[in-house]
Each structure stands twice: as structure tokens, then as C-alpha cells.
């Protein structure tokens, strides 16, 4: 496993101490591997994420185009969602 040298501020660096004091960690590799682990997934996460609202907004650019839009303002229908999910309780 390639090894590297990282800098941290003190807050940083004070924060992995203590989890590997804590126990939960062996040692503060496991630490930082862990947090590079979940800022990789929140960033595959808004990725994700993006990819779906972009094609959601090309799915409505392409209704507006060919006519398909509601006069419904954004109140009116969540309005309609909300008086649905109350007759479903």
C-alpha cells in the first residue's frame, strides 16, 4: 500500500487522535482511510444525483417543447399531494 505524508490543522489532527483513542480505530491511517471513503461515496452520491436531475430536466424541457405542461402552479400541486396523502391516513 503506497504510503503519504498528509498535513493537518490542529482541529483535524486532534479529531483523529481521538477516535483512535476512543477505540474506534487502531490507528489514524484507519481514520483518514475511512474519511477519504466517505467523501468518495458523497461524491459519487452527487454525482448520482446530478446525473438524474439533469435528465429530469431534459425529460420536462422536452414536455414543454411538445406541449405537455400543466397550468398547475407548484402550490396548486403540492396542494393536490398533500389533501392525497391525508386521505391515505
Not at 454525482?47 to 405537455?68: C, F, H, P, S, W
Amino acid at each position: 500500500m503506497p504510503t503519504m505524508n498528509v498535513s493537518l490543522p490542529k482541529a483535524l489532527a486532534e479529531f483523529v487522535e481521538e477516535a483512535v483513542a476512543s477505540g474506534q480505530y487502531g490507528t489514524a491511517s484507519e481514520v483518514v482511510r475511512d474519511g477519504l471513503r466517505l467523501l468518495q461515496y458523497e461524491r459519487e452520491a452527487r454525482a448520482e444525483k446530478l446525473t438524474i436531475l439533469r435528465r429530469e430536466i431534459q425529460i420536462a424541457r422536452d414536455e414543454v417543447n411538445a406541449g405537455q405542461f400543466s397550468e398547475e402552479s407548484v402550490m396548486d400541486i403540492l396542494a393536490e399531494v398533500r389533501a392525497e396523502d391525508e386521505r391515505e391516513k
